[in-house]
Structures are given as C-alpha cells and as structure tokens.
C-alpha cells in the first residue's frame, strides 16, 4: 500500500532558480496538504487543497509560492525565486476527510538554496 | 505567541525509562489533540488522537489532556531505544485548522 509520495527527496540549487516540487497522494484521499518544516518554526501550513480546489493558501510566504494540483494524484509547490531563507525540509500529506482524519506524511524534500 | 508551545528538548533517558512529553496550547477552542512521531529523515506519523480532556492508552504509550490549563502531554512507559525520535503535538480548532509544535527530540539509550 503506497504512502504519501513525494520527489526529488533531495534539492540544492543556487538563489534565483525556480524549484518544484511533487506530490503524489494516497489514493482515494481528497485532502492535501503542503508544511514547510525548519528547526526554528517548527512544521508550517502552507496550502492545501479539497478535491483538487485550493481552500486556504494564507500560509504561503510570499507570491514566490505557488502550488498547483491539477488532479487527484498530483500536485506541485513551486518556488520562482527561491531564495536561501527558502531552505527547509517541504513535506506533503494527505488525508481522507480534513480534521478528524489523521494526516498521512510522505518522507519530504530536503530543500537548499545556496 | 504560537497556537501550540513544545519544549524541544533535547531530552535523553536510560532504556525502560518512562518519558514524559509535554505541550501547552492557547487556543480554548481546541477540540482535538494529536501526537505524531517523527524519525530522523521521515514524515510525521500519527501516534495518539484524542478528544477533549481524559486520558487514551495505547500500549506503553497514554496521551493525556487536560482543557482547564490548556496541556497536552504524551506518556511513554518501559521506553525502547527504537521511541528515539522527535514527537509532536498538534491541536486541531473548530475550523479544522492543524496547528503543530515544535517538536521534542528524544534519545533512548540502551
């Protein structure tokens, strides 16, 4: 049974670059859901989408984030210009119904910006 | 202030130790709590889910709540190396808004 999964698992790329980053959900689940995980803030909502409809997007930073999920089993963060403060681990999850189902994590994109 | 405040630790204990984890929260209109136990280069997992005050037990581990201080905490009895990880709490509001510690990193020593 396939987990939360998500690529590349590891990014570095210099400041300025786009990067993206993919998500494939568990199938049938209708909830997902973009963090941003650093030692200092702990694991951030950014996004996240009810069947492939954005619902909340005020945790997204900057209008350098975008997140897009044109069907139920894909979805992309994309970050056009990254900059250095960027750098964190980005984990997607997913969920069957929000709230009083738990979330199901994949194992998150290592993101550096140099 | 943050939503959900974690000491993060970091906290080491001897095998069989019991390890107490513990989170506060702001929020009075946090209905549900949850524990989730991350390993070094993972996703979070869910552990514990709870509803309101009261105690839920699930093998070595009970979660606890108690609403009138606004505390979450996490028990784990005869603790193994393989608990080494980082545990975080989260409280969910009546929106079904997920708001997450920090999380606290746990070391188990044989």
């Known amino acids: 049974d396939a987990g939360v999964i998500q690529s590349p698992r590891h990014e570095v790329t210099e400041m300025g670059q786009e990067v993206t980053l993919r998500c494939k959900p568990i199938?049938?689940?209708?909830?997902l859901f973009w963090y941003r995980q650093t030692m200092m803030r702990g694991l951030e909502l950014l996004i996240y989408f009810n069947n492939n409809v954005p619902i909340d997007d005020s945790g997204m930073p900057e209008d350098r984030f975008s997140a897009k999920m044109p069907n139920a089993s894909f979805s992309t963060l994309k970050i056009q210009p990254s900059e250095p403060r960027d750098s964190a681990v980005y984990f997607c999850?997913?969920?069957?119904?929000?709230?009083?189902?738990?979330?199901?994590f994949g194992d998150g994109t290592r993101l550096s910006i140099l | 202030q943050k939503e959900v405040e974690q000491d993060p630790g970091p906290l080491s204990v001897p095998e069989g130790a019991i390890v107490s984890l513990n989170c506060t929260y702001s929020n009075s209109a946090f209905q549900y709590f949850m524990w989730y136990r991350q390993y070094s280069r993972k996703g979070p997992e869910l552990l514990m889910y709870?509803?309101?005050?009261g105690n839920k037990e699930d093998g070595r581990f009970t979660a606890q709540v108690d609403k009138s201080s606004k505390y979450i905490s996490l028990f784990i009895r005869d603790s193994q190396p393989s608990d080494s990880a980082t545990y975080l709490c989260a409280s969910l509001n009546t929106g079904n808004q997920f708001y997450f510690g920090t999380g606290t990193s746990l070391t188990v020593i044989p």
């Open positions: 199938s049938g689940h209708d909830y």
């Open positions: 999850a997913s969920s069957l119904r929000q709230g009083h189902q738990p979330q199901h």
């Open positions: 709870t509803y309101s005050s």
